[in-house]
């Protein structure tokens, strides 16, 4: 698995979880990664994307003020650090890449995804 999602876990309201997602093949240096989430009976949303650089970002409205996103200076590990959890936040949450530098708010430009992990916030 090139894209190694980490960090869900099960969690009360209020409360707080990092995700981590690791480049095993060192590949998106250069790319723009997003978080994705996906609740059952739902479909995939984007949650906030990162550029290669770090130097910007984007976030869905319903995480602003809430998550953040961020990456290593050598840009192999992106962060997806989430706080003041709300029971509608459960879900299993995916890294991927995008085919391009900058961030994207597209899901078809998100080419490689890792395998999901699953954070499940408790009211």
């Known amino acids: 698995v090139q894209l190694q999602a980490s960090g869900g876990g099960s969690v009360q309201a209020g409360g707080s979880l990092r995700l981590s997602c690791a480049d095993s093949?060192?590949?998106?240096?250069?790319?723009?990664v997003g978080w994705f989430r996906q609740a059952p009976g739902k479909e995939r949303e984007l949650v906030a994307t990162?550029?290669?650089?770090?130097?910007?970002?984007y976030y869905a409205e319903f995480v602003k003020g809430r998550f953040t996103i961020s990456r290593t200076k050598g840009g192999n590990t992106v962060y997806l650090q989430m706080d003041n959890l709300k029971y509608e936040d459960t879900a299993l949450y995916y890294c991927?890449?995008?085919?391009?530098?900058?961030?994207?708010?597209?899901?078809?430009?998100?080419?490689?995804w890792g395998q999901g992990t699953l954070v499940t916030v408790s009211s």
């Open positions: 991927a890449k995008s085919r391009g530098a900058g961030y994207s708010v597209s899901r078809r430009d998100y080419t490689v």
């Open positions: 093949r060192r590949t998106f240096t250069n790319n723009g």
């Open positions: 990162i550029n290669w650089s770090g130097s910007s970002t």
